[in-house]
């Protein structure tokens, strides 16, 4: 079973506030040329959570990571 990495962990890793990071990401969703495989794969009423070493997952941390 491949490792999980859930908002919550994500947070803690980048030291960013989840309620920030949630809005983040919906907003890059929202915007498929820049986040193709993040809008992709967000399913509605889901928890944010990727599989480790994902391009999913690495496109959610440049999500929230940018100001």
Known sequence: MPDI???KAL???LK???REARERLRAAVSDTKAYPEL???RK???PWQWV???ATLDEAKRAVTIK
């Open 44 to 46: 509605p009423r889901t």
């Open 16 to 18: 960013i506030d989840p």
């Open 39 to 41: 809008a992709r794969a």
């Open 5 to 7: 990495i859930t908002l």
């Open 11 to 13: 947070c803690e890793e």
């Open 52 to 54: 480790k070493g994902s």
